[in-house]
């Protein structure tokens, strides 16, 4: 065997070894600067704290944790490492056997599983389990869940008129004790979350009462993704701004130096 191999193989094993040995934080750390990542979702982890978000939730090696409606699957790209072989991630994407839903729901998953079979090394201890409710609506066993997480989604909730549901599905899946971490562009409070969720955001008085009537207790907040910046009243709503841009090059450098958006991120957990 040559000395190039033999350093090769000396060196994954002592990766593997280091891993073996990092906290979550670390394992975040390293994944969210993974060879599996665009480098456009690198770009993000200024705006996104991945490390401090999961931290302030409180993620711990042997949990089972679910991640609702992920998208693009951001933050699933920085949980799968750093949950892998320390505890198990469940996705819950959108359901493509359900009908009539916007084209991007069976989009998304199929470039998901496509990502996942392409990185096994990152995605082979995945869950992946569908949710399109009222059609598609269990999140799985009661009492099957440490945490649940979710990302700038409860406004398509209060739109689709689910939000309530959702909540009350995440509070029968959790086990006592369990936790809902919640990140959400935030509305000032006082404001109309029917009116406010069609531009994306949501206050946060609307999401603790959604989380109090399905049981869950506040626990506390972090402003890790606070934006003093955000105005909260664009032409496209929250999607004029990075990293969307949907107005394209108009004001774009404007829209830039605002940043993304002022996000709420909260605690809850379910009463024992």
């Not at 949980?79 to 991630?89: I, N, Q, T, V």
Request: glycine content about 10%.
């Amino acid at each position: 065997m040559s000395r190039f191999i033999t350093t090769v193989i000396t060196l994954l094993i002592s990766s593997v070894t280091l891993a073996g040995h990092m906290s979550f934080a670390e394992r975040v750390a390293m994944g969210m600067q993974g060879d599996h990542r665009s480098e456009g979702n690198k770009a993000r982890n200024q705006y996104r704290h991945p490390v401090e978000t999961l931290e302030f939730f409180g993620i711990r090696d042997g949990m089972t944790v679910l991640e609702i409606w992920p998208g693009g699957g951001w933050y699933t790209e920085v949980l799968a490492p750093a949950m892998r072989d320390h505890g198990k991630l469940i996705v819950a994407t959108w359901d493509p056997e359900v009908a009539d839903q916007p084209a991007y729901r069976y989009a998304l998953p199929k470039q998901m599983q496509e990502g996942f079979a392409a990185n096994p090394q990152v995605y082979d201890q995945v869950t992946l389990t569908y949710f399109s409710p009222p059609d598609s609506a269990s999140l799985g066993e009661p009492a099957s869940v440490d945490m649940v997480v979710t990302f700038r989604n409860t406004h398509g909730w209060v739109n689709s008129g689910l939000a309530q549901d959702i909540f009350n599905e995440v509070a029968r899946v959790l086990k006592p004790g369990g936790i809902l971490g919640v990140v959400q562009h935030r509305a000032d409070d006082g404001t109309d979350s029917s009116v406010t969720a069609k531009k994306g955001y949501v206050s946060e008085q609307a999401v603790k009462e959604l989380a109090a009537s399905a049981g869950l207790l506040f626990e506390g907040s972090s402003e890790i993704n606070a934006n003093p910046k955000d105005g909260k009243d664009y032409p496209e709503g929250v999607w004029t701004l990075p990293p969307s841009f949907r107005l394209g090059d108009e004001d774009k450098a404007k829209y830039a130096s605002i940043g993304e958006s002022d996000r709420m991120t909260l605690r809850f957990k379910k009463a024992r």
